[in-house]
C-alpha cells in the first residue's frame, strides 16, 4: 500500500510515537509505502511531502512535538481546498491517508471520507476532548506538567501567604484543569463546562484563611468564564482557520478580582504551551504506539472512515463521524463530586 500520513492542529506530546508505530509497522510487516505530508493539511494542500523510512523515523520516541511539523490549516476554509486535496491523493498513488488529530483535522478527515478520500483517524490532544475514545494520548503528559507545576506553586504560595492563581489549557473543556487540580491539591477549579462564582470563589478562600490556611491555590480553564453578568472578562478576536478564538488571560482577570475582594495577595501563572512540551510520559507513549499500529492494521482491514480508540484498556475501532460529532467535556457530576475538597 501506499499511506499518507500527518499531524494536524497542536502539537502534542506522543505524536512522533505514533509516526514511528505506523511507518515500522507499514514498512516491516506490510512491505509498504509511507509518505509524511508537513505541516498536516497544509502539506497534503501544497503536496509538501517526504518519503519516511525506519531510518528516518528512528530515535524519535520520546521526542516531543513532531517531527512532521503542524498546522492548523482546513482545506474547507481554501478555496479548492478539497480538489487540491484530490490531487495530491491522486498524484502520490496513495490508498489512503492516516491523519493524527483532534476535533478540528479529524473533523477535515471525516468530511474528506465523505468526498472520496480513504481515512482512518487516530486521535490526539492534550485537552481530551474528543469523543469516541476513553482518553488521547498527550492528556496524561500535559496532566502531569500542570500537576508538576502546581506542586511547584504550593511553596510560594504558602511560604508569601499568597493565593495563587494557574492558568491551565483545555480549550472548552474542562479535562486538565480538574484532573491537574485534584492531583496537586488545588483549594478551587474553575472549568469551562461550569461558569464560576467570583463572590463564591473568594467565599473559599476566605474559609480557608479563617481556619488558619492563609494561601491559596486555584486552577483556573483557559475556556473558563463567570456566570453570565456576574464580571467583565476581555477576550481576544482572533481566530483560528475553524473558528476557534485565541484563549487565555483569564487567570490575570481572577488575580485582580480575588486581590481586591478579598485583600489577599494575588498572582496568576498561566502555563501555555508548556503543557505540550518535552517528552511524553511512558503511558502516552505507549498509548501512541498501539494506536499507530492499530491504525495501519486498520488500513490493511480495509477500515476506511474509522478511528483507532481506546476503549476499557483495548484499542478499538470507532465511525471517524461518531468521534467527531461532539466535544467530550467533563460531565457537571463528575465536577461536583470533587467539589466537596475545594477551600
Ligand atoms: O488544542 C490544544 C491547545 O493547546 C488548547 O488547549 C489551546 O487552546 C490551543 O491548543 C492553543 O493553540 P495555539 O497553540 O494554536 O494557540
Not at 493539511?41 to 513532531?66: F, Q, Y
Amino acid at each position: 500500500m501506499r499511506i499518507g500520513l500527518l499531524t494536524g492542529g497542536g502539537d502534542c506530546p506522543g505524536l512522533n510515537a505514533v509516526i514511528r508505530g505506523v511507518v515500522r509497522k507499514a514498512i516491516d510487516t506490510y512491505g509498504d509505502q509511507v509518505i509524511g505530508f508537513r505541516d498536516g493539511w497544509r502539506g497534503v494542500l501544497e503536496d509538501d511531502a517526504e518519503p519516511l523510512t525506519i531510518e528516518s523515523t528512528r530515535g524519535i520516541l520520546p521526542l516531543g512535538g513532531t517531527i512532521l511539523g503542524s498546522s492548523r490549516t482546513n482545506p474547507y476554509a481554501r478555496e479548492d481546498g478539497v480538489e487540491q486535496v484530490l490531487a495530491t491523493v491522486s498524484a502520490h498513488e496513495l490508498d489512503g491517508l492516516i491523519p493524527i488529530g483532534g476535533e478540528d483535522t479529524l473533523g477535515v478527515a471525516n468530511r474528506l471520507q465523505a468526498a472520496g478520500v480513504s481515512v482512518i483517524g487516530v486521535p490526539k490532544t492534550i485537552d481530551n476532548d474528543l469523543g469516541g475514545t476513553d482518553v488521547t494520548f498527550g492528556f496524561d503528559t500535559a496532566m502531569q506538567i500542570a500537576t508538576d507545576a502546581i506542586d511547584r506553586l504550593h511553596t510560594t504560595a504558602e511560604s508569601h501567604h499568597r493565593i495563587l492563581v494557574v492558568e491551565v489549557m483545555g480549550r472548552t473543556a474542562g479535562w486538565i484543569a480538574l484532573h491537574s487540580g485534584v492531583a496537586g491539591g488545588a483549594d478551587v477549579i474553575l472549568i469551562p463546562e461550569i461558569p464560576f462564582d467570583i463572590d463564591e470563589v473568594c467565599r473559599l478562600i476566605r474559609r480557608r484563611h479563617d481556619r488558619g490556611r492563609p494561601f491559596s491555590i486555584v486552577v483556573v480553564a483557559e475556556g473558563a468564564a463567570p456566570k453570565e453578568g456576574t464580571l467583565e472578562v476581555t477576550r481576544g478576536t482572533t481566530v483560528d482557520e475553524f473558528g476557534h478564538p485565541r484563549l487565555g488571560g483569564i487567570g490575570y482577570t481572577l488575580e485582580r478580582e480575588i486581590e481586591q475582594r478579598t485583600g489577599y495577595e494575588t498572582r496568576a501563572t498561566v502555563l501555555g504551551h508548556v503543557q505540550r512540551g518535552g517528552t511524553p510520559t511512558a503511558f502516552d507513549r505507549v498509548l501512541a504506539t498501539r494506536l499507530g499500529l492499530a491504525a495501519i492494521d486498520a488500513a490493511h482491514e480495509g477500515q476506511w472512515g474509522m478511528m483507532v480508540a481506546l476503549r476499557s484498556s483495548a484499542i478499538e475501532l470507532v465511525a471517524l463521524a461518531d468521534a467527531v460529532a461532539q466535544v467530550r467535556r467533563v460531565p457537571a457530576e463528575e465536577y461536583a463530586r470533587f467539589g466537596a475538597l475545594f477551600g
